[in-house]
C-alpha cells in the first residue's frame, strides 16, 4: 500500500488511547500510516484516504511471541507428512495468531529446510500469517532434549530439528551452515545430569516422558555461543535449572528460554548475569499447564528477574496439541499479570522488550517512522489484562488484516 501523495497518509487511526509500547499516553492521539510505517501522531486532524474513529478504543503494538514450534512434530514423520501439513494444516494456525493479535513469532526448534521455506513464503506474501524468525534446529547434548524426548519415536524429524554436539568444531560448522542459511538467531537445549555426575531425568508426567539425559559439555556450550557471535547471531538456552542457567550466561547467552523453573531463585547470581550479559528472560509460563506444580517457582523467579530491570520477553513454548497458538500468548500476559508483574510491564514484554531481545528495533513500538503492526482494542490492557481479548483489528506492514466487523 503507497501513500497516493507527498501528504496524505493512507490510514489514520483518529482519537484512539495508546500504549506505545511502554507506557500509555496523556489523551487521545491521531494516528497517521503510510506505506509499512507510522508517519505521525498528533492531536491535530491528519490527512488521509481512509479515516477511523477510534475514540474509547485502545490502540497498541502488535504482539510478539518469542517461543513457538511451529511445525505439527507429531504428524510429520517424512517429507510427504510435514508438507501436507504446511499446505493443509499451517495456514490455519497462522491465521489463529493473527486474529488473537500476534503479528510477530519466533520459532525456536522446528525442522531446518522446511521453517526456513515457511519464512521465505511469509516474508513474500504468500502466506498470510505473523512476521517469522527463526533458529532452525536446535543445539543439545548427543542423546538429549529434546533429540530422544519429544523426537523420541520420530528419527526423521530428530535430524532435522536438533543438532546433537560433542566437538566444538563441528558445533562451530553447524552453526556457519545456519548462519550461511541466514536463520534469525541461535537456540541451545541446556538441560541434564554432568557426563559423570549423578542422573537427571527429563521428566514430563503429564506427556510420559521419563528420559535420562545430559547437559551440553560447557566447551562445546562455549564453542556455540561464540561462533553464533562471529556471525553476528544472538543465541537463547532453554534452562531449567539455576546451574544451567549460570553456565549459559557465563558462555555469554543472550537469552534464556523457560529461565529456572525447577527450583526458587537462592541468590542473585542468574539475575547479575543476565543483567551483565543484557539478556532477556522468556518466561514461557503457559507450560504450568503440563506442571501445575511448577507455578508457585516460576512466578516467584520471573517477579524477581523482572524486578531487578532484566528484560522479560513474552514466549510461550506453543506447539500443536497444547492450547491454541495465539490464544496461548494471551495467556501468557494473562499469567504473568498472575505471577505479580505489573499490566503495563507484562504489555511491555509482549511488544517493546519482545521486540528488542528479537532485535527488531523497529518493531513494538507505536512511534513515527516505526512498522505500523499495530491493535486496535475495545478493552483497556492496562487496566484489565483481559482487554486483550476484546479485538477489533488488526494492522501489519500498514495493512488492515483482521476486521472484526465492529462499526468503526
Ligand atoms: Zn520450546
Known amino acids: 500500500m503507497k501513500s497516493s501523495d507527498g501528504n496524505a497518509c493512507d490510514l489514520v487511526i483518529n482519537n484512539a488511547r495508546i500504549f506505545d509500547g511502554s507506557t500509555v499516553l496523556q489523551a487521545a492521539h491521531n494516528v497517521g500510516i503510510a506505506g509499512d510505517r507510522i508517519r505521525s501522531i498528533s492531536t491535530s486532524p491528519i490527512a488521509g484516504s481512509r479515516q477511523i474513529d477510534a475514540r474509547g478504543r485502545f490502540l497498541m503494538p502488535g504482539l510478539i511471541d518469542c517461543h513457538v514450534h511451529l511445525l505439527n512434530m507429531w504428524t510429520a514423520k517424512d517429507e510427504a507428512t510435514m508438507a501436507a501439513d504446511i499446505e493443509t494444516e499451517l495456514p490455519k494456525r497462522l491465521n489463529d495468531f493473527l486474529t488473537a493479535g500476534v503479528t510477530t513469532v519466533k520459532s525456536v526448534g522446528d525442522s531446518e529446510d522446511d521453517i526456513l521455506h515457511v519464512r521465505a513464503r511469509l516474508a513474500s506474501g504468500e502466506l498470510a500469517g505473523p512476521r517469522l524468525q527463526v533458529t532452525g534446529p536446535l543445539f543439545c547434548a548427543p542423546g538429549s532434549h529434546p533429540a530422544t524426548t519429544i523426537c523420541a519415536q520420530n528419527p526423521w524429524l530428530r535430524y532435522r530439528t536438533t543438532i546433537e554436539s560433542d566437538s566444538p568444531e563441528q558445533a562451530r560448522e553447524a552453526v556457519q551452515r545456519l548462519a550461511d542459511k541466514k536463520v534469525d538467531a541461535i537456540k541451545i537445549a541446556h538441560q541434564g545430569g554432568c557426563k559423570h555426575g549423578s542422573p537427571y531425568f527429563f521428566k514430563v508426567e503429564s506427556m510420559g516422558l521419563n528420559v535420562q539425559i545430559v547437559k551440553l559439555e560447557k566447551v562445546v556450550l562455549g564453542a556455540i555461543v561464540d561462533e553464533a557471535h562471529r556471525h553476528g547471531l544472538k543465541v537463547t538456552v532453554h534452562t531449567v535449572d539455576a546451574d544451567a542457567a549460570i553456565e549459559a550466561l557465563e558462555a555469554g547467552a543472550d537469552g534464556l528460554e523457560h529461565g529456572v523453573m525447577e527450583e526458587r531463585l537462592k541468590d542473585n547470581q542468574v539475575v547479575d548475569l543476565l543483567l551483565r550479559n ?131
Open 278 to 408: 543484557r539478556a532477556s528472560y522468556v518466561p514461557t509460563l503457559c507450560l504450568i499447564r503440563l506442571e501445575e506444580k511448577t507455578a508457585e517457582v516460576r512466578y516467584a523467579n520471573l517477579k524477581q528477574v523482572a524486578d531487578a530491570g532484566v528484560r522479560v520477553a513474552l514466549g510461550t513454548d506453543s506447539f500443536c496439541g497444547f492450547g491454541k497458538f495465539g490464544e496461548n500468548t494471551i495467556e501468557e500476559a494473562e499469567r504473568s499479570a498472575q505471577a505479580g508483574i505489573g499490566l503495563s510491564q507484562v504489555l511491555r514484554m509482549a511488544t517493546k522488550d519482545a521486540a528488542q531481545h528479537l532485535g527488531l528495533e523497529d518493531l513494538g513500538v507505536v512511534a513515527p517512522g516505526k512498522i505500523a503492526d499495530l491493535l486496535l482494542l475495545d478493552g483497556d490492557p492496562t487496566t484489565s489484562i483481559g482487554g486483550l481479548r476484546k479485538l477489533s483489528m488488526v494492522i501489519q506492514n500498514g495493512t488492515v488484516v483482521v476486521d472484526m466487523g465492529i462499526q468503526l
